[in-house]
């Protein structure tokens, strides 16, 4: 599975938007790009997931670049209960079921 | 559905004694993975079984680790005998392959067994 390089930490205003960067520059065509988030004390949360083309769901965007080389997670308005670790994995999910996660970046939301 | 379930929450036992933890998937789910997480190593997968085969066990750590999946709604990982080095927080999650054919639908964790050993 690919490489991915995320930020440490960020830090977010209350009811900003929330840009999460991820780079995946060694990206293969048939991996996709996945999205889960670890609220402390908690288990990884899924958050979203997508191959080429942008998605949205009801917790987020998902940017991806043309080369597929990075991508970005947006959270568009942001609350102080998306802090959290946001972990970035690229995965051909037609390769088994595995999920490695890196050491993510730990966003934080101030008031 | 009530999501995964493990159990127990917290567990606290002395060296050398023999610990199990458990898991009950989403029913339909056909995989299922056990993690490990601690501050040094952070997210660890240790094993993971696909329709109860266990498929690839190359994270457990050594021998003393043992994990089993006698039917789709139940998996046990067992450590004996336990050593304080294995103090961590331990998660099960699962998951479903696709119609698609790809497992494009995200995994499922439970809320972890706070494993202490002293």
């Known amino acids: 599975d690919a490489k991915t390089t995320q930020p440490p930490s960020m830090d977010c205003a209350e009811g900003r938007a929330a840009n999460l960067p991820c780079n995946h520059s060694?990206?293969?065509?048939?991996?996709?790009v996945y999205w889960y988030r670890q609220i402390h004390s908690q288990g990884p949360q899924y958050i979203i997931h997508g191959l080429k083309n942008n998605e949205t769901n009801e917790m987020a965007s998902l940017i991806i670049t043309e080369d597929r080389k990075s991508s970005t997670l947006i959270l568009p308005h942001a609350t102080l209960r998306d802090t959290a670790v946001y972990y970035c994995?690229?995965?051909?999910?037609?390769?088994?079921?595995?999920?490695?996660f890196g050491q993510g970046t730990e966003l934080s939301v101030k008031p | 559905d009530a999501g995964v379930i493990q159990s127990p929450r917290h567990e606290v036992t002395e060296m050398g004694q023999e610990v199990t933890l458990r898991c009950k998937p989403i029913s339909g789910h056909d995989y299922l993975f056990w993690y490990r997480q601690t501050m040094m190593r952070g997210l660890e997968l240790l094993i993971y079984f696909n329709n109860n085969v266990p498929i690839d066990d190359s994270g457990m750590p050594e021998d003393r680790f043992s994990a089993k999946m006698p039917n789709a709604s139940f998996s046990t990982l067992k450590i004996q005998p336990s050593e304080p080095r294995d103090s961590a927080v331990y998660f099960c999650?699962?998951?479903?392959?696709?119609?698609?054919?790809?497992?494009?639908?995200?995994?499922?964790f439970g809320s972890g067994t706070r494993l202490t050993v002293v």
């Open positions: 060694t990206i293969s065509g048939n991996e996709y």
């Open positions: 999650a699962s998951s479903l392959w696709g119609s698609s054919g790809a497992l494009s639908y995200g995994y499922t």
């Open positions: 994995i690229v995965r051909d999910p037609n390769q088994g079921g595995k999920l490695i």
